[in-house]
């Protein structure tokens, strides 16, 4: 009894530092990016914790069930967007995961799009709001999430933005790669 009750103590002290270990990354002088759970030197910088992977999953589930989306689309854009960093904000003022414009995130009850859960539900509204404006067209409503969906209509279709057309082509990358990796992210 009293070996199980050391084993106990042990897991209860070890486990949580085990479940919620932690990612960490950099960025190299030529744009290359390094993960580890081990950091090796000072460049290494916190990134997220393990378990914010299971978290993420959940949620991009949970939206993808409630707008009817393709899970993988969901993380195509979040992986485009931010690259699945919460905190991130553009030059142009979009922010958290899903990149949102503060008047877009008003536009879809978003308060905190710093907070994963606000930014995957409203991001992935706006993205079905933007699917059934252009008559399911991935294409353009990529190009409406991008650009803005007044861009789309005044070009009838995807404006000649270099930005926009690159945007378009690594979201359906990314699309297309996690539809035949369920499991990565």
Do not use: C, W
């Not at 479940?19 to 993960?35: K, L, S, T």
């Not at 949620?59 to 967007?81: M, N, P, W």
């Not at 990529?142 to 057309?165: H, Q, S, W």
């Amino acid at each position: 009894m009293r070996l199980i009750s050391i084993y106990f103590l042990v897991a209860l002290v070890f486990l949580p530092n085990i479940v919620a270990a932690g990612i960490y990354r950099y960025v190299d002088a030529n744009g290359g990016v390094h993960f580890t759970n081990v950091p090796t030197s000072s460049e290494y910088r916190f990134y997220r914790t393990e378990g914010d992977r299971y978290r993420l999953e959940s949620l991009i589930a949970h939206s993808a069930e409630t707008f009817q989306l393709d899970r993988a689309l969901i993380k195509a854009v979040i992986k485009v967007e931010s690259d699945f960093d919460p905190q991130v904000i553009s030059k142009r003022g979009a922010q958290g995961l899903m990149q949102l414009m503060p008047e877009t995130a008003v536009e879809v009850g978003v308060n905190n799009p710093f907070d994963p859960s606000q930014s995957i539900y409203g991001g992935s509204m706006y993205l079905r709001k933007m699917l059934d404006s252009f008559n399911r067209n991935l294409d353009y409503a990529l190009a409406a999430y991008n650009a803005g969906p007044n861009a789309v209509r005044k070009y009838g279709g995807i404006p000649p933005f270099e930005e926009t057309r690159n945007y378009i082509k690594r979201v359906r990358h990314y699309f297309d790669f996690y539809r035949r990796n369920e499991s990565t992210f």
